[in-house]
Nanobody
Framework: VQLQASGGGLVQPGGSLRLACVVS????????MAWLRQPPGERRELVAV???????AYADSVKGRFAISIDGAENTMYLQLNNLKPEDTAVYYC?????????WGRGTLVTVSS
């Protein structure tokens, strides 16, 4: 299983980005898909998770600003990031999970700075 994340970059505070994660297999083979991030010098943290059966959950710090979605036809997961803040600066990772197995993509760097 391969996951390829893209879409990171440098953006000013208040700006937006859309991250994409392309999965090499049928995305509905997994139980859930998630985005995590690791700010500089900090531990990796969960940002958003979406069970493929439906529903979604977000970290309190991003509720109302970020949105996770899945395109089953393209086997792609997205994370829309709006109203970005400097504290959103991090390497963002996508993850696919089934039972105890987790598959990770390489991270994509998001830098929020003026």
């Amino acid at each position: 299983v391969q996951l390829q994340a893209s879409g990171g970059g440098l953006v000013q505070p208040g700006g937006s980005l859309r991250l994409a994660c392309v999965v090499s297999e049928n995305i509905f083979n997994f139980e859930d898909m998630a985005w995590l991030r690791q700010p500089p010098g900090e531990r990796r943290e969960l940002v958003a998770v979406m069970p493929v059966a439906g529903g979604e959950a977000y970290a309190d710090s991003v509720k109302g600003r970020f949105a996770i979605s899945i395109d089953g036809a393209e086997n792609t997961m997205y994370l829309q990031l709006n109203n970005l803040k400097p504290e959103d600066t991090a390497v963002y990772y996508c993850r696919a999970r089934i039972l105890s197995r987790q598959y990770w993509g390489r991270g994509t760097l998001v830098t929020v700075s003026s």
